[in-house]
């Protein structure tokens, strides 16, 4: 068995998956094993080989007592188990101690809260966007698709004209002739009608943060950067940025040093694990409303999706409810 350390093997583990898997599991990979690296370097552990089941179990008491919820301890301690695998096949560690690599149980709200966008992680993204972002065109975004369940073409093909603040509501127009074409064409048409506080802040972005930007004298977008007309990249960047949970509670549920993590920068917010594109957002925005007893005829048409694809996407608290229900009934057995 040649004698390895650590920081070699964890290069040579990162270099040959480097390829074969995804980039944001790569960096998972890379974050998750320079801390064992620290590990063995504070405890004398001087060549991989020396690992050993009551190690890991020290490098897992280790990682918890850094104060890092369990998700990411959980992300933790399955990163390890593939890099020990790793070491087995490489001959530099006795076989089957991945095995003795134990995982926490985690609760559906722990599971539910990092895989996609709960209800909760939207309070809490709109409440730091209200305070600290207001009206800005992040803030009006955000609110817009979780309001109405709009799809990201959808957003970009507003017009001004097509927004009435008066009567608070948005005309969806299929224009494909003029850049601006809907995912199901004309059958996409429809008027959206808008709550109190969305015109609030549509209204405020209009009068102090949208660009006074037009293509030509028939169009004026609604959405706009300096550069005209907002884009699609540009939309799923705001998202991708505002989603990251450290921008929003200046915590990092992966571990990271907020200051050093590549995902600070906007050009790279899409890098964070926990950051999501507008369809998450408008995921969870039709789930809520399924939630509150919209009726799905009605939803549907909001929502420019059929009721078939919402009871089969989108209901997810559907069986989890039918669930509770039928649970009553253990009482008569």
Not at 40 to 57: A, M
Not at 199 to 227: N, Q
Not at 255 to 263: H, M, Q, S, T
Request: glycine residues 4%.
């Amino acid at each position: 068995m040649p004698k390895i350390r650590p920081q070699q093997a964890v290069n040579d583990f990162l270099k040959e998956r480097e390829g074969e898997v995804r980039q944001s599991t790569h960096r998972n990979y890379q974050y998750t094993l320079e801390r064992l690296v620290d590990f063995c370097e504070k405890n004398d552990i001087e060549y991989v080989n020396d690992l050993d089941g009551y190690s890991l179990k020290q490098w897992k008491l280790w990682r918890r007592e850094q104060d890092i919820n369990r998700v990411t301890l959980k992300n933790n301690l399955s990163t390890l188990r593939v890099f020990i695998s790793w070491c087995e096949d490489a001959e530099l560690v006795v076989p089957n101690l991945h095995e003795r690599i134990t995982l926490p149980d985690l609760s559906e709200d722990e599971v539910a809260d990092h895989t996609f966008l709960t209800e909760k992680r939207v309070n809490q993204t709109l409440a730091y966007l209200d305070t600290f972002e207001y009206a800005t065109l992040r803030h009006v975004l955000f609110q817009f698709i979780w309001h109405t369940c709009c799809r990201t073409g959808t957003v970009r093909a507003l017009d001004l004209d097509d927004y009435s603040p008066k009567r608070q509501y948005v005309e969806i127009r299929h224009r494909p002739e003029t850049g601006t074409p809907l995912k199901n064409g004309g059958k996409a048409e429809r008027h959206i009608n808008l709550g109190e506080e969305t015109c609030e802040v549509l209204d405020d972005y209009i009068a102090a943060h949208r660009k006074p930007v037009g293509e030509d004298a028939r169009r004026k977008p609604l959405f706009t950067t300096s550069h005209g007309r907002v884009t699609k990249t540009t939309i799923r960047k705001n998202m991708y940025a505002i989603t990251r949970p450290c921008h929003v509670t200046n915590e990092c549920p992966h571990d990271r040093e907020i200051n050093e993590c590549e995902a600070a920068y906007f050009k790279y917010v899409s890098r964070c694990p926990s950051s999501m594109s507008p369809h998450p957002l408008r995921r969870a925005a039709l789930t809520y409303h399924i939630e509150k007893d919209w009726p799905k005829d009605k939803l549907s048409e909001r929502g420019n999706v059929s009721v078939d694809v919402l009871n089969k996407h989108y209901d997810e608290s559907r069986e989890e409810k039918n669930r509770m229900n039928r649970r009553a009934y253990l009482d008569n057995l």
